[in-house]
């Protein structure tokens, strides 16, 4: 009975499954040598002991910025080998979007002891900075998806940051990279940081071609599978698939899945017919991702859970009556009218919803109607009402 296991493992296509893993960073990066020389232009100063150096990268989803402050960070430490000591700390302020939770990851990567409790935010970087200085290290800091941080604890965390060594007579004890889909991430910060960051340090990423969506899924398919089980063909056309986006995630998961499929039905070669656009994004929003949101953003999302857990769309007119009566169980003060449309279209921003415009039922106008095809609404409204009940 249990024959229908055999074909796990089996790998007639598949030999090597680290190069789909989420984390997994490729040895060498498809066409973007320009981005890499124009980073490390930005790092020149790197070797002085007493210096430190700044980028900010913005680009479109899937566009390689994670990627690239990854490869660049190892190469980076590799290069200054015997030169100088750098710690890397990458920190994804999706999952750790307040000023403490972000400390508290540095913290951790430089020192695998507990970090000390109870400290404000300034007496934590002091005393990151203090344990750089005592093992003589310098810190490459990757703040990856960094507005989501602003966006809820405002930049304080980057000004500081950047004043680290500022009245101190050691110098140079963090690099920063804001890394950002947010092409106007600049706009978010005062005019003290810009000149800080240095308004001229900003890599600008663009998304990736068809022929650069094929040649990456051709590096992953050339580690991961077995010789002439991928042809030229299926390489081509997952390029043209994923070319709509420009997005190497979804490159990546169209060769994974077709992978599978050819494998499931006992193939030792990938066809065209394997490639399909898969549900894997539909998984690509995480419930956690709500743990993030303000309590304003919660309190709307629960209200247009709960009627999207029995109806398909609801109209903004509706979702915001339901915000008011969740405000009122969780004795809040529900905000403007302006205000909530701004959460609406945060929550369209970060995948949670989506929203088309179409014709009113009352009236002439047209209004927005709401739809979740990413996040099962039950789940989420269990979750938010779980977290507000604390
Ligand atoms: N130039 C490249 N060469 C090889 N693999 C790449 C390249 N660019 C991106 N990838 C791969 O594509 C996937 C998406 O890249 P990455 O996570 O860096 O995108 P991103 O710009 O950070 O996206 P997001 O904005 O969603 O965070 C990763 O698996 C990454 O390894
Ligand atoms: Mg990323």
Not at 130 to 150: A, F, P, Q, T
Not at 197 to 219: C, E, F, H, V, W
Request: overall charge positive; hydrophobic content about 35%; some cysteine.
């Amino acid at each position: 009975m249990s024959g229908y296991l055999d074909r796990i493992g089996a790998g007639k296509v598949l030999v090597n499954r680290e190069p789909f893993s989420f984390d997994w960073t490729p040895d060498n990066l498809v066409g973007r040598d320009r981005e890499l020389t124009e980073l490390a232009s930005l790092f020149t100063h790197i070797e002085n002991q007493n210096s430190s150096c700044r980028a900010v990268i913005t680009g479109p989803v899937g566009s390689g910025k994670t990627v690239l402050t990854r490869r660049f960070g190892h190469d980076l430490l590799g290069h200054l080998e015997g030169k100088r000591k750098i710690s890397l700390a990458h920190v994804n302020c999706r999952n750790h979007p307040s000023t403490s939770q972000v400390l508290q990851r540095i913290a951790l990567t430089l020192d695998s002891g507990h970090p000390e409790r109870g400290l404000s935010s300034g007496e934590m970087i002091q005393s990151i900075r203090r344990n750089l200085i005592s093992h003589n290290c310098h810190l490459l800091l990757v703040l990856d998806e960094v507005d989501l941080l602003i966006r809820r604890d405002n930049s304080d965390l980057i000004y500081k940051l950047l004043r680290i060594d500022e009245g101190q007579e050691k110098q140079g004890s963090i690099s920063l990279i804001l890394v950002s889909q947010d092409p106007m991430l600049l706009k978010l910060f005062e005019p003290a940081i810009i000149s800080r960051l240095g308004a001229s340090n900003i890599l600008k990423m663009s998304p990736y071609d068809k022929k650069g969506l094929t040649d990456i899924a051709r590096q992953r398919a050339n580690i991961a599978c077995r010789n002439g089980s991928v042809s030229e063909g299926v390489l081509e056309k997952i390029g043209v698939m994923a070319a709509e986006s420009g997005d190497a995630r979804l490159a990546i998961e169209l060769l994974d899945s077709s992978i599978r499929r050819a494998e499931s039905s006992g193939r030792g070669e990938v066809l065209i017919e394997d490639i399909e656009q898969s549900s894997a994004r539909v998984a690509a929003i995480e419930p956690s991702q709500v743990d993030g949101l303000s309590k304003d953003q919660k309190l709307i999302m629960l209200g247009l859970c709960r009627r999207l857990k029995k109806e398909a769309e609801i109209n903004t007119g509706d979702a915001e009556k339901l915000y008011k009566i969740v405000c009122e169980e969780y004795e809040t003060k529900s905000r403007s009218y302006t205000t909530f449309w701004k959460h609406l279209k945060f929550l369209e921003n970060q995948g949670l919803i989506e929203t088309r415009s179409g014709k009113s039922n009352v009236g002439r106008g047209r209004t927005q109607y709401i739809t979740m095809n990413n996040v099962a609404p039950a789940n989420l409204a269990e979750r938010i009402e779980k977290e507000l009940q604390r």
